[in-house]
């Protein structure tokens, strides 16, 4: 059992909380490489293979190019954990400076919530923090997610199926299972194409082009509702 780095918006991570979002889709790398005209799944569900367009495409890129495409976020049964924005809590307690000792301190989350962490050394905690930070004087400031170290995640999540479609298959279902939610203006699905292009653009990986994704479904194995 694998286990490996998973980042979402707050807006998102307010949505697993909740018990709304069940799904993730992501964008396929790959997938429009003049090599390849169609996915299968091959082996465990997270490997997937490219049908080439021909032998001479095929020798043409070799060296560049795995006909065999393993997902980034891994295999059924693999675990996720969470990035999230998170920052030192105010009313801060613990965070001992030895640096040859664990220490202890609260954390909360730009998403809600708050959470008393372990990390391995008081310099696995500073070496994250702004060059001009103040002990003294705590920025209630989020940090980004992509530098939330493992020790600081909050949320495990187990991947229960993975597919490879295209972008506009989504159904209805699918997108409330994204966390979006229908109102008298628009559906979920529409909700989502919206939330899709602020994510990723018009252009090339926007909505309109139709690219091929990752659809990983998971289940909520540690953390919930506030």
Known sequence: MGEN???FSTSMVQAILDGRKTQTRRPFKYAEHPAVIGYEPNGPHGWWKGTAR???VIQQYISTFPLTIKCPFGIVGDRLWVKEKWRIADA?????MDDSQPCR???DYEAGGDNEVTAPNFDAVEELLPEDWDWDFIVPEYLSSKKMPRWASRILLEITNIRVERL???TEAGAIA???VADDDY???EYYSIYWNQKHGWKEKGWNA???VWVVEFKVIQGGEL
């Open 178 to 180: 994204e966390g979006m």
């Open 187 to 189: 559906c979920a699905e």
């Open 5 to 7: 780095p998973i980042l």
């Open 210 to 212: 139709n690219p091929w």
């Open 105 to 107: 301190g609260w954390i």
């Open 92 to 96: 801060c307690e613990g965070w001992s």
């Open 168 to 170: 506009q298959d989504i």
């Open 54 to 56: 021909s032998e001479a």
